[in-house]
């Protein structure tokens, strides 16, 4: 048989092989498994999310908030879109090659430019791809830990190789004249000087090899690509498009089943969660910034996506093949393949969320297997004591409601109630704020401040409860129904334009995810845009520039959670402070601890707190002497901290308030 | 293995608590109840032992302000069978010699091979709850007690005694235990479970009989602790009052 024929069927075998098991993989993967999985709700906004599609994938935007890493990526992405055209070429020519060996695409084969592009690309990609390969096998960043390194090798390698092979079959033909477009290949012609002198049998086998070589990768690359980190390759776009575009505040209605809230199989999370687990890319992104793995606590969200996705995989081929590892479906989701211990380590922070380059999503899947756990009653004492205190007393202090509004006692005049008379704001205070004797001082100082500017305010004094945000996050929904219902009754016995709290938790909840019918039209406000609103429209005046310099602390749900970044550094600007920022500051800041309800749980075995590493950050800014809080929780969190780490000299922790009242 | 836990409310101490103007009651418009704490020791030691026996566990309350919750919460934990006395309620003038009456004629009724029950409460004034309905049901009495085992219907238990002691013994059943710890911290149940039991358990409520306190003491006088002569009350805020303990401390040397 002809050599060319022979070539023919080869690759016809080879190419029918391949897509077979690709799409076999592909459809026990994407078909078999997430139709075991619940159904999602109605997407919508396809405009919106269209454009996603274009900028998370194709622009690769959020990959760039890890600069080199991110160019490296975008290249090696884009180079092989650019390149997939040569590719399908090789592939087309292997198939026609009985009939037609020197068979070339139409315009692809014969169009300059996009020849060039193609060779600049290439060569850009080797680049890249020795980029990356430095950074997992010589670099080794801590946010690959725990990933499939070898995996990760294999496929740098086999781009690697896809693109060199290209290089030398198109360098070879150059040499031996055969390519009209050798003008627009610059690197390809050098690639193939190198090849200058040999024989043109000799260079007729070499270019065979490295067409055999280019083919038999990219028909690897292929069927490897299913179920391992690539499978990204494939997933992303779906993934991307059907992100979650809900505020990041409102977690999804509580899943049910017969009457169990919360997730205790794999099947019961929704098929678009199941396409998250399928799509991690194992980069680490999430693992670096979380706060959890960083004090040595047992989480890490890359683990946890990767673990979701070996139990989703691995029980959907038990199911179909009840001899393959039967013990996988005995194995049970919360407890078994994700601890106890990993899921309470949360602080429900939004980093990990924040920084993945395709949306996938940890808070929310934690959260429906934290349900799971309050269901099962699996918490340890500490947190128990603090459910049944919020249960009965509405706080997690123990205390009597009665006493909420204690701190009032001490300032001259009465404050109002709102539930007797109108007020324009709604002064929610909450729990820290209200119970903490360690803080109440700072409340009062609010208090003052706000009379100050003459602000009609009031508090709904024993009817208040928790507004319910970590108690949500803990997975006690039921709890966190009782005391939206207890402060909706409360709320409604109120008449208010807006509501003003100076806790980010609080104010989530009740901005994002208390009833529409609650709140109506009227706004909730943190403190910090309140006064920066007071500041602007001159209801508030500051006279004395007090000259610190300090630096602030975003709060997770402030910040990360609602956007609010700017009104308490124009704030501390208004008070005469230099603020300096820590080199994690904005949306980058790292969370205190204290969230998802951790406050109220038992610290565990770790390394070194959150709190503890965020008060070095600070201290460590030359001549910043206070850092500046806007969050009742990160006020006892830094000071206890500061004092436990023996920064308290050195470092005040100050909330916003009493600069604003300094400065007055 | 049939299980009943006689349980009582007593005031939450979250509250002050104000003496009524007879002088010899609380003042119970600012009463709150709360599940006396050992109680809940006492369920969560018959929901092990149902768990691990079979059989059934019933509870026992008089009515007031928040049983219902206690009675339901315990439902969603495991308890089969909920009784609710009707016609009189905790803080009504009632010792703990008419509770055990009143609770004796339901233990005799359902014929349990064991009651379960906290070992005391802070309000006892006429003696534990425990010991006086044994003695009205006629059956054995242990109390303290922080470990059961039962085995072919002969029940072992594991007694406190001050200073650490811990005995061993046997007991004949059926017997009254005073518990004082289950074998494991009780048990947290999710306020949707408790809710769910609302919606699907009925409470058995039965009409307490006429209450007969005879044999408790009578109350002259009741008044708030006074400061003795050689206290020294410290006053102040938080802040204040820690300052003041430190400076004590080291004035005694101990730091
Ligand atoms: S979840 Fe996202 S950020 Fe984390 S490892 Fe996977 S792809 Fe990377
Ligand atoms: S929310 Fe924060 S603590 Fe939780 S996994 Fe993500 S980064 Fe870690």
Request: charged fraction near 25%.
């Amino acid at each position: 048989m002809e050599y060319h024929t022979a070539k023919s069927i080869v690759v016809v075998v080879l190419l029918l092989v391949s897509l077979a098991v690709f799409g076999l993989r592909v459809y026990r993967l994407l078909g078999a498994n997430l139709r075991r999985g619940q159904p999602n709700p109605p997407f919508g906004s396809w405009g919106e999310r269209l454009w996603g599609v274009i900028k998370f994938v194709g622009g690769q935007w959020r990959l760039f908030r890890f600069p080199a890493p991110g160019i490296a990526h975008f290249i090696i992405f884009w180079g092989f879109l650019a390149l997939v055209l040569t590719i399908l070429q090789a592939i087309i020519e292997g198939l026609v090659a009985f009939s037609n060996p020197e068979f070339v695409l139409p315009v692809v084969g014969s169009f300059g430019p996009l020849a060039l592009l193609q060779d600049l690309f290439a060569t850009l990609v080797v680049v890249a791809v020795v980029y990356a390969l430095h950074l997992r096998l010589i670099v080794r960043r801590q946010r690959f830990e725990g990933s499939h390194k070898a995996q990760a090798v294999m496929v740098l390698l086999f781009i690697l190789a896809i693109v060199v092979s290209l290089q030398v079959i198109a360098g070879i033909r150059i040499e031996a004249g055969e390519d009209t477009l050798a003008v627009w290949r610059p690197i390809a012609t050098a690639v193939g000087a190198l090849f200058a002198g040999l024989s043109a049998s000799a260079m007729e086998v070499i270019e065979e090899t490295a067409y055999w070589t280019h083919l038999a990768v990219v028909l690897a690359f292929l069927t490897e690509l299913p179920g391992g980190k690539h499978f990204h390759v494939v997933t992303s776009i779906p993934a991307v498009l059907l992100r979650n575009l809900d505020p990041p505040g409102r977690l999804p209605p509580a899943p049910e089943f017969d009457g169990e809230v919360g997730v205790s199989s794999i099947e019961q999370y929704r098929r678009r969660q199941m396409l998250d687990f399928y799509t991690c890319t194992e980069c680490g992104r999430c693992q670096e910034v979380c706060p959890a793995h960083a004090s040595g606590l047992p989480l890490s969200p890359k683990l946890l996506m990767m673990n979701l996705r070996d139990n989703l995989i691995q029980s959907g081929e038990a199911r179909r093949d009840e001899r393959r590892d039967g013990a996988v479906l005995e194995k049970e989701l919360v407890g078994d393949v994700i601890s106890d211990e990993v899921l309470w380590a949360c602080v429900t922070c939004f980093a990990c969320d924040q920084e993945c380059p395709l949306f996938i999503e940890h808070v929310t899947p934690i959260v429906d297997m934290r349900r799971h756990l309050v269901m099962e009653g699996r918490m340890d004492g500490m947190l128990q004591e603090a459910m049944a205190n919020l249960g009965r007393y509405g706080n997690s202090f123990g205390q009597s409601e009665r006493s909420r509004a204690k701190w009032t006692r001490v300032i001259d005049g009465k404050v109002k109630d709102a539930r007797r008379e109108p007020v324009e704001y709604l002064w929610f205070v909450g729990d820290y704020a209200s119970y903490n004797s360690a803080i109440t001082d700072v409340t009062r100082t609010t208090a003052e401040v706000f009379r100050h500017a003459e602000l009609d305010f009031g508090l709904m004094f024993d009817a208040e409860r928790n507004a319910g945000n970590d108690v949500r996050r803990v997975g006690e929904e039921g709890l966190f129904e009782m005391l939206t219902e207890a402060n909706t009754v409360a709320l409604e016995k109120c008449e208010f334009q807006t509501i003003v709290t100076t806790d980010p938790h609080t104010y989530n909840v009740l901005k994002i995810e208390y009833p529409p019918e609650v709140i109506g039209q009227r706004s909730v406000l943190h403190y910090s845009e309140l006064l920066d609103q007071m500041l602007s429209d001159g209801r508030l005046q500051l006279r004395r520039g007090l000259g610190y310099r300090v630096t602030y602390h975003d709060p997770c749900y402030l910040g990360r959670y609602n956007g609010v970044y700017d009104a308490p550094r124009r704030i501390i600007e208004a008070t005469g402070c230099d603020l300096i920022e820590m080199p994690r500051s904005g949306d980058r800041a790292l969370c205190c601890g204290a969230g998802g309800g951790r406050i109220w749980m038992e610290e565990g075995e770790t390394g070194e707190r959150p709190a503890i590493m965020r008060v070095k950050e600070a201290a460590a800014l030359a001549g910043v002497d206070t850092l500046v809080v806007t969050c009742p929780k990160d006020l006892v969190m830094f000071r206890d901290a500061a004092k436990s780490s023996g920064y308290a000299d050195r470092l005040a922790v100050r909330d916003l308030i009493e600069l604003v009242a300094e400065a007055l | 293995m049939n299980i009943v836990v006689p349980v009582k409310l007593v005031p939450d101490l979250v509250e002050d608590l104000e003496i009524d103007e007879s002088g010899i009651t609380l003042d119970t418009s600012w009463l709150r109840l709360i599940l006396n704490e050992v109680d809940e020791h006492a369920l969560e030691q018959a929901l092990l032992l149902k768990e691990a026996h079979g059989g059934t566990a019933s509870v026992i309350s008089l009515d007031g302000e928040g049983v219902d919750d206690v009675l339901f919460s315990s439902a969603a934990k495991g308890v089969d069978h909920l009784i609710k006395l009707t016609g009189l309620e905790f803080g009504d003038d009632l010792n703990n010699h008419a509770v055990a009456r009143l609770y004796g004629a339901i233990v005799e009724r359902l014929e349990p091979e064991l009651v379960l029950i906290g070992v005391q409460a802070h309000n006892d004034l006429d003696g534990s709850l425990g010991p006086l309905l044994a003695e009205y049901v006629g059956m054995p009495y242990v109390g303290y007690v922080s470990g059961i085992t039962v085995t072919d219907g002969k029940c072992r238990v594991l007694k406190e005694y001050p200073g650490g002691l811990i005995a061993e013994m046997d007991v004949v059943l059926p017997a009254v235990l005073g518990v004082q710890a289950a074998e494991a911290p009780p048990r947290y149940v999710a306020i949707s479970r408790i809710r769910q039991a609302m919606k699907t358990v009925s409470l058995d409520e039965q009409a307490a009989a006429d209450p007969d306190s005879g044999g408790g003491p009578t109350i002259d006088s009741m008044f708030k602790p006074e400061t003795g002569e050689r206290a020294t009350m410290i006053a102040g805020d938080e802040e204040e009052v820690a300052a003041k303990i430190v400076d004590l401390l080291g004035e005694l040397g101990k730091v």
